[in-house]
């Protein structure tokens, strides 16, 4: 009840933050230009999986073999990263990167962690409500990486956002309605296409709050590609082959995707509304 009374009393003050990204386009039938946003960078190492490795440093490798991938055999792509060397990029940027290149489709590659060392697998987000406490953790987790933005509560890119405060978090997803239908869509392709090739299971299709999800104009979604805090996830995504096979599983939802875009017809692509059920809506 309290926490029902001070999201209302938020609204009513109406909450410092700007609003969702300018010039929304319509959802779209092709997939042209996709950004892939490896997670965190430079002075933002993410997690650690046991002192063996970084966070930032799978998530480049991986975001880089997708890349690499989509250039090769989808060459009517354009593939633009927001990082392609180990440098910090503000959230904020990450998405103005995306807004600026009219992109189709926004990627952002994560590793996860857990204090619980058995907790394993991947999980695909995309922006709505997290309708479990570890979903909003997740989404802490992630989100305070604008900790490293000197200034980030007086920024106006942020307005004061509150990365420890579920209000702040829940708030800002009733800035951001739009494109739900595809990134359900796209988030679901990955965990399918990924589970069948990756020794890491699937946990399933999620919903929660990132800031780096919440300006952009396009579907987009943010995979936890396993957790490095577990020993056989963290033994996969540190290898060269372990992030080939994800990074194919990857591949193969992009192309699937770009395939249903191009047989739906502009009709067939509904303005989206928020998703309702159940958290998890994929996998387990």
Known sequence: MRLILSISVLLLLGMALPSAAPG???????????????????????CNGANEIWEKTVTLAISLKVGKLVEDSLKDIKVVYTRKTDQFVELWERANIANKNKADLFLC???NSNVNTTAAGSETYFMGLHKT???????????????????????????GFDPNSPESHIIMVNF???????????????ETHTQKISKIRSRGVKQAGFLVLW??????????????TNVADRNVLKSEDGQRI???GIFNAIKQYKISLEKSKPADIK????????????GH
């Not at 359900?184 to 392709?189: A, D, N, W, Y």
Request: aromatic share 6%; hydrophobic share 30%.
């Open 24 to 46: 929304r386009r319509p959802p779209g039938t092709q997939l042209k230009t996709l950004v892939i946003d490896p997670g965190h960078g430079g002075l933002d190492p993410g």
């Open 109 to 111: 590659i994560h590793c």
């Open 133 to 159: 406490t570890g979903n909003l953790e997740v989404a802490k987790r992630e989100n305070a990486a604008i900790k490293y933005e000197t200034g980030y509560k007086t920024n106006e890119h942020y307005g």
């Open 176 to 190: 951001q309605t739009a494109y739900i239908q595809q990134s359900l869509k796209f988030s679901t392709l990955v």
């Open 215 to 228: 300006q952009t104009s396009m579907p987009a979604v943010l995979v936890e590609t396993g957790f490095l």
């Open 246 to 248: 994800i990074a194919r």
């Open 271 to 282: 303005q989206d509304t928020p998703a309702k059920g159940k958290d998890s809506v994929a």
